[in-house]
């Protein structure tokens, strides 16, 4: 989750609720006001973890915050992007060995 989260923050600097709308554009669905929470608690640990920096939008009431990828945020898709490749191929050698046992 904290992948996709962050990609999104990626595309465009967003506050929790769109973040929450991009998921299911992903195929992430966090359905219930609970789980919503779980996108507030990890932008709290992507904050923490200087991976995200946020601005206050003051132009709405309430105020909200901007949530943007910091430059070590950027760094760190870039190995979530490098260990998921690394994970795809490995899942081509397993479905291609099923190809080649079962057709």
Do not use: Q
């Amino acid at each position: 989750m904290n992948a996709y989260i962050l990609l999104i923050i990626a595309e465009e600097p967003c506050h929790g609720y769109k973040i929450s709308e991009k998921l299911l554009d992903y195929g992430v669905d966090l359905p219930g006001l609970s789980n919503k929470g779980r996108i507030y608690r990890i932008l709290s640990d992507l904050e923490s973890n200087d991976l995200v920096e946020f601005d206050w939008d003051t132009t709405s009431s309430p105020p909200k915050k901007i949530y943007k990828i910091t430059s070590l945020g950027e760094k760190y898709l870039e190995k979530i992007k490098k260990e998921m490749l690394d994970f795809k191929s490995n899942i081509d050698k397993f479905i291609d060995k099923m190809d080649e046992l079962y057709g």
